[in-house]
């Protein structure tokens, strides 16, 4: 995929947004590591801190975690009732 950098929707949305499909459409499974910073700004040409302010959404919204020393990992989502 690629970024609209022209669009209405700042880059570092619209990637948390593709990340985020992603993980709901099982691409990247729950405990699975999520892209590094290097992996994504060679998919996407941005810069990285621009990356970490992607992750940091998926974070905010816990969908992630980090786990030093090994990456950014998706976890377990509560079921809804």
Do not use: H, N, W
């Not at 985020?20 to 910073?37: C, F």
């Amino acid at each position: 995929m690629t970024i609209d950098r022209e669009g209405p929707t700042p880059p570092y949305r619209q990637i948390a947004d593709i990340l985020r499909r992603r993980i709901s459409d099982g691409s990247i499974p729950v405990g699975r590591r999520i892209p590094s910073l290097v992996e994504l700004e060679q998919d996407y040409g941005v810069a990285r801190d621009t990356l970490r302010k992607a992750v940091q959404v998926l974070k905010d919204e816990g969908l992630v975690e980090t786990v030093i020393g090994m990456g950014v990992f998706v976890v377990a989502q509560p079921k809804e009732d």
